[in-house]
């Protein structure tokens, strides 16, 4: 089992920047891919990024791409997400996940196997 904790959401005006944190705990040896997705009220949730925890690929959505990075630091089992230039459309619930395969696809939610609790990120106009 993997336990996953988000921190690092609140409330930035438009153009602001916030780093969400995602720290692993439990079998941490036996991740493979961690991702980021969001969730907007009355949307389906969406891929924002992801990272092979081995070698450090990073994958990024067109939506978030240039403005968005996802990094990880192996000694301390946590991922994150810088946010720069963020919008009022970025406002949503984030949610970091992880999952023990090599995910073909990334961006599938359904893949990973571990989620967390998720943390509220509002951008204001």
């Known amino acids: 089992q993997v336990q996953l904790a988000e921190s690092g959401g609140g409330l930035v005006q438009a153009g602001g920047s916030l780093r969400l944190s995602c720290a692993a705990s439990?079998?941490?040896?036996?991740?493979?891919?961690m991702g980021w997705f969001r969730q907007a009220p009355g949307k389906e949730r969406e891929f924002v990024a992801a990272?092979?925890?081995?070698?450090?690929?990073?994958y990024h959505a067109a939506s978030v791409k240039g403005r968005f990075t996802v990094s990880r630091d192996k000694a301390k089992n946590t991922v994150y997400l810088q946010m720069n230039s963020l919008k009022p459309e970025d406002t949503a619930v984030y949610y970091c996940?992880?999952?023990?395969?090599?995910?073909?696809?990334?961006?599938?939610?359904?893949?990973?196997?571990?989620w967390g609790q998720g943390t509220q990120v509002t951008v204001s106009s």
């Open positions: 439990g079998r941490t040896f036996s991740i493979v891919t």
């Open positions: 990272i092979r925890w081995g070698y450090g690929n990073t």
């Open positions: 996940a992880a999952d023990q395969n090599y995910l073909g696809d990334v961006s599938v939610a359904h893949e990973y196997d571990y």
